[in-house]
């Protein structure tokens, strides 16, 4: 595999992350009572959105035309019981908390020491 290849590789790999990032903010957001915690993670779906456009935009640069990325198994797993929470009635500290064991780290707004 030549480096491009690998480059390829990792950027669509990214992008799946975003893409399950983007669809879990979404779904805890639409659960939250809080107007405010509701209002920044349906925010934060818009930046993933916008982070895996931008790489997306770099993959079609390059000449990779098919870049038609969705989630991981694991996200979609991950998705699953986050709505299991919210369907048990864990309520927001619940849902803020799968949130944050969620997010991979190193991403913005996610403390690289957090769980």
């Known amino acids: 595999m030549s480096n491009n290849d690998n480059a390829v590789k990792v950027v669509r790999s990214v992008i799946q992350v975003l893409h399950d990032g983007q669809r879990g903010l979404a779904a805890i957001g639409s659960e939250l009572k809080d107007e405010s915690a509701k209002h920044f993670f349906l925010e934060e779906t818009q930046v993933r959105a916008n982070y895996a456009a931008e790489l997306e935009n770099e993959l079609h ?11 991981t198994v694991a996200g979609t797993v991950y998705r699953a019981w986050e709505d299991l929470k919210a369907k048990l009635g864990g309520g927001d500290h619940t849902l803020l908390e799968t949130a944050e064991q969620g997010e991979p780290p190193g991403m913005p707004g996610k403390s690289c020491t957090s769980g």
């Open 61 to 71: 640069r390059l000449g990779i035309h098919d870049v038609n990325e969705g989630g």
